[in-house]
């Protein structure tokens, strides 16, 4: 199967010196294409000097486990496509292999879950947005296939007025059960060691993180008040607050 991804180079590139990636993954129905203007991941990656990847996803769909669409029904296997952009981007590219981070949102945020779950060897940390992770055969626990290599840090970002993924959880119009930001957090806990009660994090509002994780790795919730699914980018700060996690994390 031929593939393909979108590659923007801030123009600070030379070449000479290892840079991070990100790579961001579009809801269900849109392309890497169609999704790359939606958010200001470009312009931060030009002013902080990284690469960014826009993916296309097969049938416009990732599969992420229960979901979602062309992808899941031919069960593509969207963590080896993961895999082989990076390693094209090490062959052609002065990348810093322990500093590929993913990110994404609705179905693309799925993805992101699904390369934490199944790419930790590769993808240093990950921000998925307005989704949970489906990766397990039913709800309880949604999460329940994920086995990460180690714990990964992930931050995760949620809006409660989110009607296609509901914050609460319940049914989404395309039939996938999700269980809920809070749960979903909670299983993030569990799948990255985590101990005690979650607590706000000072710098961002709306922000609560495990105060010790497995491997020292961040576990982060994100809760947007009034927010709308994939519509939170702007007003809430999504891209910097994730690229402020990511700067701290890089593969052992």
């Known amino acids: 199967m031929t593939r393909t991804f979108i590659r923007h180079v801030p123009p600070g590139y030379t070449g000479k010196s290892p840079v991070p990636?990100?790579?961001?993954?579009?809801?269900?129905?849109?392309?890497?294409?169609?999704?790359?203007?939606?958010?200001?991941?470009?312009?931060?990656?030009?002013?902080q000097g990284f690469i960014m990847i826009w993916p296309d996803g097969v049938g416009s769909s990732w599969n992420v486990g229960?979901?979602?669409?062309?992808?899941?029904s031919q069960n593509v296997d969207d963590v080896a496509f993961t895999k082989a952009i990076v390693t094209t981007l090490e062959k052609e590219a002065c990348v810093d292999p322990k500093r590929v981070y993913a990110t994404g949102c609705s179905n693309g945020g799925g993805m992101a879950f699904k390369v934490a779950c199944d790419a930790a060897d590769v993808i240093a940390a990950v921000a998925p947005v307005d989704f949970d992770c489906v990766t397990g055969s039913s709800s309880n626990p949604s999460c329940g296939n994920c086995a990460p290599a180690r714990p990964i840090p992930e931050i995760q970002f949620r809006g409660t007025n989110d009607t296609a993924v509901p914050y609460g959880g319940g049914s989404g119009p395309r039939g996938t059960i999700f269980p809920g930001a809070l749960e979903s957090f909670m299983e993030w806990g569990g799948i990255n060691l985590?101990?005690?009660?979650?607590?706000?994090?000072?710098?961002?509002?709306?922000?609560?993180?495990?105060?010790?994780?497995?491997?020292?790795?961040?576990?982060?919730?994100?809760?947007?008040?009034?927010?709308?699914?994939?519509?939170?980018?702007?007003?809430?700060?999504?891209?910097?607050?994730?690229?402020?996690?990511?700067?701290?994390?890089?593969?052992?």
């Open 21 to 47: 990636v990100v790579l961001d993954f579009h809801p269900l129905g849109g392309s890497g294409s169609t999704w790359k203007g939606s958010t200001s991941w470009g312009s931060v990656a030009d002013s």
């Open 194 to 252: 985590c101990t005690g009660s979650p607590q706000a994090l000072s710098d961002h509002a709306g922000c609560q993180a495990y105060p010790s994780c497995g491997g020292g790795v961040e576990t982060a919730l994100c809760t947007v008040q009034n927010g709308t699914h994939c519509g939170n980018y702007q007003s809430f700060g999504i891209v910097n607050i994730a690229w402020q996690m990511f700067t701290k994390q890089a593969l052992p």
């Open 66 to 72: 229960r979901c979602c669409s062309t992808a899941q």
